[in-house]
């Protein structure tokens, strides 16, 4: 009776050693992962970009229609362009972030 209880005890040995064997490599595993988080990138607020750039262009009259790009990141010397329409015509004006702060210097001469 006593040689039926060696495999089970054998058995029982081999599946606590493949566990520690897992939480060693799972220990490793976490401490080798990079711990800096991630930060998500800003973006100007682009109703905030078209009201500048119409200030900008109309000394202050915001009925004029603007268009800037979605999404621009708010990174020192990032440049874009905005679209404004002057009676018939569309014109383009260049837009240039200054710092990380989202402040803009808006070029009404691009060209």
Known sequence: MANQRDPARLMVAFSAFVVAV???????????????????????????VERAVSFEVAGGD??????CPVSVV?????????????????KTVQVTVLS????LSIDTDPG
Do not use: H
Request: aromatic letters at 6%; glycine letters at 4%.
């Open 74 to 90: 708010v990174q020192v010397g990032n440049k874009f362009d905005c679209q404004y329409w002057d009676a018939p015509n569309t």
């Open 62 to 67: 915001t009925t004029v229609r603007v268009s």
């Open 22 to 48: 897992c939480a060693v490599v799972v220990t490793v595993k976490v401490l080798a992962t990079s711990s800096v988080p991630v930060q998500p990138q800003r973006v100007l607020d682009p109703a905030a």
């Open 100 to 103: 990380d702060q989202g402040e």
